[in-house]
């Protein structure tokens, strides 16, 4: 089985700008949950998608935002970018959710925001 | 929602010795806890996980130990090798809430 890919891997982007990634999950998972990762602040949950529908969301602002298509495939998209939002971005996907079930993780984008 | 908390931040050992790191959260709800190791450059992968019907779960060299009552919960790692070498997240969750990760603990084995 092919793992979760993540497309693009790296990114640069100017401030005020927007940026969209993309996650295919595992073939089967019907979860995919987004990390933003930076040093020394661990995994910091975005948002999860399960069946096409946004289940739990984390404490980021509303310029974050997500959506995950028919084929479990996800997007995720940062508007009006700042400084700040340099860091890697982990898609993670399950089989049916967070709630007790395994998380494989992408291989992660990483955007730098200039 | 639900808040992780993981200590030390920073642990180095000696090889062959042994090194715990441990999680506290504060979801009585959560019932799923997993943990991950991400070595330098790599995405996190899962290393062992135990559900809340389960107070220890052993894996040969990794154990993981769950105290329900006082929501808190540990990583054994026994014998240490430098390959052990990564930044180690304890993570808790369940009842389709989000999973909470914690900061992360970065261990170092000294060969």
């Known amino acids: 089985k092919a793992g979760v890919t993540q497309t693009p891997r790296y990114l640069i982007k100017t401030r005020g700008q927007q940026v969209t990634l993309s996650c295919s999950p595992i073939?089967?998972?019907?979860?995919v949950s987004w990390y933003q990762q930076t040093p020394g602040q661990g995994l910091q949950f975005l948002f999860e998608y399960f069946s096409e529908t946004q289940r739990n969301k984390g404490n980021f602002p509303g310029r974050f935002s997500g959506r995950q298509f028919s084929n479990s495939r996800s997007e995720m998209n940062v508007s009006t970018l700042e400084l700040g939002d340099s860091a890697l971005y982990l898609c993670?996907?399950?089989?049916?959710?967070?709630?007790?079930?395994?998380?494989?993780f992408g291989p992660g984008t990483r955007l730098t925001v200039t | 929602g639900e808040n992780v908390e993981q200590h030390p931040s920073t642990l180095s050992v000696q090889e062959g010795d042994s090194a715990v790191i441990k999680c506290t959260y504060s979801d009585s709800a959560s019932n799923y806890f997993p943990w991950y190791k991400q070595e330098l450059g790599k995405r996190p992968q899962l290393i062992i996980d135990?559900?809340?019907?389960?107070g220890e779960k052993k894996d040969q060299r990794i154990a993981v130990t769950l105290n329900k009552t006082a929501k808190h919960f540990s990583l054994h790692i026994t014998e240490t090798q430098p390959e052990d070498s990564a930044v180690y997240f304890c993570?808790?969750?369940?009842?389709?809430?989000?999973?909470?990760f914690g900061a992360g603990t970065r261990l170092t084995v000294k060969p």
């Open positions: 993570a808790a969750g369940g009842n389709n809430n989000d999973m909470r």
């Open positions: 073939s089967g998972h019907r979860s």
């Open positions: 135990i559900r809340s019907n389960v």
């Open positions: 993670a996907s399950s089989l049916a959710g967070t709630s007790g079930y395994e998380q494989y």
